[in-house]
């Protein structure tokens, strides 16, 4: 069984239009592309078309962070479909713990994204993940489960061959404490299992689960080895084409 294997980097809010083209540049020295491992950085707004440019004709694929449902009103602040269509980008993460935890993001917000992300014929990077209170409260797999039944409602098993989960417990994000290996695949496998119920046992087989959360070329190989883990959600060490490019060596 071979699923595809990604690696995608998410700045958050960092890295300007000149950064972001000094990053590809090198990273495109730095990475080993013959693997089969699909490799995308997602920049902020203003730096899309920049990172775009210095991407294209290479193996990196330009994501975003957000996107809206609405094709376009009065929503201060986001962006929607068809803008970000003009770079064009291949990806978009959604529900983003961040997002959740600072800007109001809800199920019911993720699923209305993840559908009008699919709708433009990007795919979506769905994010889920408990906070380290809800871990310490055995809460893992309900909260989990919950995040991806609200996230997922309303989609087709045909949905699903375009979607991206990924699973960042919130209590490793940012912190250095990444999750064991064992602690990310059992969660992989039980998200797994609740796609097989959601949809079918196809879905279940077929789509990519990343993990996050602490991701560095030091603990890449040993996640990656999981058996469910189809690669990783790297926040800060995306940030540096070095250490980006090491994870990408070592899956
Ligand atoms: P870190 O890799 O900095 O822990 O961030 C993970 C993350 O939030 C990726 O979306």
Redesign the pocket.
Same mark, same amino acid.
């Given at each position: 069984m071979s699923r595809r294997m990604i690696i995608? =980097?998410?700045w #958050?809010m960092n890295k300007n239009s000149a950064e972001a083209r000094d990053f590809i540049a090198e990273l495109k020295g730095k990475a080993d592309f013959s693997k089969n491992v699909e490799v995308a950085v997602c920049p902020p707004f203003t730096s899309l078309q920049a990172a775009a440019s210095a991407a294209a004709g290479s193996a990196v694929k330009v994501g975003a962070q957000n996107m809206h449902w609405e094709e376009s009103g009065a929503y201060t602040g986001e962006i929607s479909a068809s803008m970000l269509a003009e770079i064009p980008v291949s990806s978009v993460?959604i529900g983003? &713990?961040?997002r959740r935890q600072y800007f109001g993001e809800t199920d019911d917000t993720v699923n209305q994204r993840v559908k009008a992300v699919l709708k433009a014929g990007f795919e979506p990077i769905m994010?889920v993940g408990e906070t380290k209170e809800q871990r310490e409260a055995d809460k893992t797999e309900e909260i989990v489960e919950r995040q991806l039944k609200g996230g997922l409602q309303g989609l087709t098993e045909e949905d699903m061959k375009s979607l991206v989960i990924?699973y960042?417990p919130v209590w490793?994000?940012?912190? /250095?404490l990444?999750a064991t290996p064992e602690q990310a695949q059992a969660m992989h496998d039980f998200i797994r299992k609740l796609l097989s119920k959601l949809f079918s046992e196809a879905v279940a087989e077929a789509v990519p689960i990343l993990y /996050? /959360? &602490?991701? #560095?070329p030091g603990n890449a190989a040993e996640l990656m080895a999981k058996p469910d883990i189809d690669g990783?959600?790297? =926040? =800060?060490? &995306?940030l540096k084409a070095d250490d980006f490019a090491g994870i990408i060596n070592a899956c």
């Amino acid at each position: 069984m071979s699923r595809r294997m990604i690696i995608a =980097g998410n700045w #958050k809010m960092n890295k300007n239009s000149a950064e972001a083209r000094d990053f590809i540049a090198e990273l495109k020295g730095k990475a080993d592309f013959s693997k089969n491992v699909e490799v995308a950085v997602c920049p902020p707004f203003t730096s899309l078309q920049a990172a775009a440019s210095a991407a294209a004709g290479s193996a990196v694929k330009v994501g975003a962070q957000n996107m809206h449902w609405e094709e376009s009103g009065a929503y201060t602040g986001e962006i929607s479909a068809s803008m970000l269509a003009e770079i064009p980008v291949s990806s978009v993460i959604i529900g983003h &713990s961040e997002r959740r935890q600072y800007f109001g993001e809800t199920d019911d917000t993720v699923n209305q994204r993840v559908k009008a992300v699919l709708k433009a014929g990007f795919e979506p990077i769905m994010c889920v993940g408990e906070t380290k209170e809800q871990r310490e409260a055995d809460k893992t797999e309900e909260i989990v489960e919950r995040q991806l039944k609200g996230g997922l409602q309303g989609l087709t098993e045909e949905d699903m061959k375009s979607l991206v989960i990924a699973y960042e417990p919130v209590w490793a994000i940012g912190t /250095g404490l990444t999750a064991t290996p064992e602690q990310a695949q059992a969660m992989h496998d039980f998200i797994r299992k609740l796609l097989s119920k959601l949809f079918s046992e196809a879905v279940a087989e077929a789509v990519p689960i990343l993990y /996050g /959360g &602490s991701v #560095k070329p030091g603990n890449a190989a040993e996640l990656m080895a999981k058996p469910d883990i189809d690669g990783a959600l790297v =926040g =800060g060490a &995306s940030l540096k084409a070095d250490d980006f490019a090491g994870i990408i060596n070592a899956c």
